[in-house]
């Protein structure tokens, strides 16, 4: 959530712990080496390299994924691989199961996937490394949406580290806001010792107005809600070749998903507070992604306006998520408030800004042409 390097959250998966999980699958082969670790905040996963190609084992603890909350993940991804889309292959125990519990984990085995991990040293909410990278990315993501048709799983069960939607579609907001911060107690006592109700009644009162209604028009629909670049690996032609990391994903609609892709990627985040206001948003890029993914197919006025009209709001679900999770689960009580202060409100108050309102006017203008 920051440009300085910090300590991984999770231990690293060691061998012996790699190996205890691989006996599970009878069908892989044994283990050569782990030959990287991710530094990611959420989970910890590890690069297996084998005999028969490599493998990615990731572990959650048990309070953020529960075995049946990765199945509900896993048979999004199963879909989307029989409509012909490049996912990762999520192996199964002897018993047929795509996860396993041990101890305080919940563990997940995918075979590598094709593509280049071209960001993987990058942080989150790190930019495209080129307007052609975002261009590729929103194409993908319209293939995406349409190949997650047909998809008629119910949204997940309220769970840490899931891009919910429940807020922002409910005709009064505020009372869903409630009946978020209820089921997540951690957050309830977070919140409790500070003034939210003002702040968040503003941001609702200056950017919901109309839109729910627009929200209960667009199709639901199984969406991946975290679209940065480190989520893509990526083709020697500059495409992308494989689609990861469905965590966050759940029953939203494209427009909000369209909507995380360009709040994810076409803003310096990691450097607000640091750079002139101004300085912060890259319409290029912005213009470009909804370029490539207006390329798969027909984009409707409708969906592009709700995506723009979603975008100052469109992370406040989520935030409100991570703030759960680091008060409750990793008692980080300096991440809670970054992802309170820094995050949830620091965002929304960009867009309320002068250049985030002209941000928004710009590329309302460039989506109408």
């Given at each position: 959530m920051g440009l300085a390097l910090e300590a991984p959250t999770w231990p690293a998966i060691t061998d012996g712990e790699a190996a205890a999980v691989l006996a599970h699958f009878p069908l892989v082969a044994p283990i050569t080496t782990l030959s990287w670790h991710s530094p990611r905040p959420f989970s910890a996963a590890t690069l297996i390299d084998t005999a028969d190609g490599a493998l990615l084992l990731k572990r959650h603890h048990h309070q953020v994924r529960s075995v049946a909350g990765l199945a509900a993940e896993h048979g999004f991804i199963a879909h989307l691989a029989t409509a012909g889309l490049s996912?990762?292959?999520v192996l199964r125990t002897a018993e047929g199961a795509s996860a396993v519990g041990l101890g305080e984990g919940t563990y997940e085995l995918h075979r590598r996937s094709p593509g280049a991990d071209l960001y993987r040293d990058h942080p989150s909410w790190t930019p495209f490394q080129s307007y052609d990278h975002a261009h590729a990315a929103g194409y993908a993501l319209a293939r995406m949406h349409q190949a997650a048709r047909g998809f008629n799983a119910p949204a997940r069960t309220a769970q840490p580290l899931v891009a919910s939607f429940t807020i922002l579609p409910a005709h009064d907001p505020m009372a869903a806001m409630d009946a978020y911060i209820a089921a997540r107690?951690?957050?309830a006592a977070f919140l409790s010792a500070r003034n939210w109700r003002s702040p968040l009644a503003a941001l609702f009162a200056d950017g919901a107005s109309g839109l729910a209604p627009r929200l209960v028009r667009q199709p639901s629909l199984w969406t991946h809600n975290d679209w940065h670049p480190s989520n893509l690996l990526w083709a020697a032609d500059g495409g992308v070749a494989t689609v990861f990391d469905f965590g966050l994903a759940d029953r939203t609609c494209a427009a909000h998903d369209l909507a995380t892709a360009i709040e994810r990627t076409a803003f310096a985040w990691l450097e607000l507070g640091t750079k002139?206001?101004?300085?912060?948003?890259?319409?290029r890029a912005a213009r470009a992604l909804i370029a490539?993914?207006?390329?798969?197919?027909?984009?409707s006025p409708d969906l592009i306006?709700?995506?723009?009209?979603l975008l100052p709001l469109v992370h406040i679900e989520f935030a409100l998520s991570e703030?759960?999770?680091f008060a409750g689960i990793v008692g980080d009580e300096d991440a809670t408030l970054l992802a309170w202060e820094g995050y949830l409100l620091g965002h929304a108050d960009w867009f309320l800004s002068g250049a985030g309102r002209g941000f928004l006017a710009d590329l309302r203008e460039e989506a109408g042409r």
């Open positions: 996912v990762p292959e107690p951690a957050l002139p206001d101004h300085a912060i948003a890259d319409l490539g993914y207006a390329s798969a197919g027909p984009l306006e709700t995506a723009i009209r703030i759960d999770y």
